[in-house]
T-cell receptor, first 108, second 112 residues
Framework: DAKTTQPTSMDCAEGRAANLPCNHS???????VYWYRQIHSQGPQYIIH???NNETNEMASLIITEDRKSSTLILPHATLRDTAVYYC?????????FGAGTRLTVKP | DAGITQSPRHKVTETGTPVTLRCHQT?????MYWYRQDPGHGLRLIHY???????DKGEVSDGYSVSRSKTEDFLLTLESATSSQTSVYFC???????????FGPGTRLLVL
């Protein structure tokens, strides 16, 4: 399973785009990249996932590099409620390894 | 939100006592998972189930057992609780292999 590397913390101004990077250089060809977030004391919440192509949904966009060694989660207009820990996970669903994630703080 | 409930939501128990945590889903999803979350370790998979009576171990299964007698319920049992099992426990479900997981609200367990 892919090991992922994320920055420990990031800040973002309210209303600006938040770009959260993730390195997953050991990801294999059939492993998806998943992004979840966890708001304090709550269960993790699914955001988006992708395999090769860029993806967009109502919450975020996911940009995956052509070599699949890294990806970026984009929150286009961050709000204070987006303050959370964001987890990037590479792997299959039966052995998903959640690391420490990136603590995103959205500031007014 | 996916229909996942966990009970109890909070529990305090003593070392050596048995504890059972329950995860209940109303989504009829095939896969169910138990994780624990501790500071410095993130979320770690304890056990998961891929169908009624079908379960397998995760990364940190020692000291835990699970059972799934019906699709909607997945039980996590600590046969003899230890202080190292003090944690927040999350249940998750997914419809198919390699698909999105949906998490429950968590159970805070304190073992004294």
């Amino acid at each position: 399973d892919a090991k992922t590397t994320q920055p420990t913390s990031m800040d973002c101004a309210e209303g600006r785009a938040a770009n959260l990077p993730c390195n997953h250089s050991t990801i294999s060809g059939n492993e998806y990249v998943y992004w979840y977030r966890q708001i304090h004391s709550q269960g993790p919440q699914y955001i988006i996932h992708g395999l090769k192509n860029n993806e967009t949904n109502e919450m975020a966009s996911l940009i995956i590099t052509e070599d699949r060694k890294s990806s970026t989660l984009i929150l286009p207009h961050a709000t204070l409620r987006d303050t959370a820990v964001y987890y990037c996970i590479g792997g299959n669903n039966n052995d998903m390894r959640f690391g420490a994630g990136t603590r995103l703080t959205v500031k007014p | 939100d996916a229909g996942i409930t966990q009970s109890p939501r909070h529990k305090v128990t003593e070392t050596g006592t048995p504890v059972t945590l329950r995860c209940h889903q109303t989504e009829n999803h095939r896969y169910m998972y138990w994780y624990r979350q501790d500071p410095g370790h993130g979320l770690r998979l304890i056990h998961y189930s891929y169908g009624v009576k079908d379960t397998d171990k995760g990364e940190v299964s020692d000291g835990y057992s699970v059972s799934r007698s019906k699709t909607e319920d997945f039980l996590l049992t600590l046969e003899s609780a230890t202080s190292s099992q003090t944690s927040v426990y999350f249940c998750a479900i997914s419809e198919r292999h390699q698909e999105t997981q949906y998490f429950g609200p968590g159970t805070r367990l304190l073992v004294l």
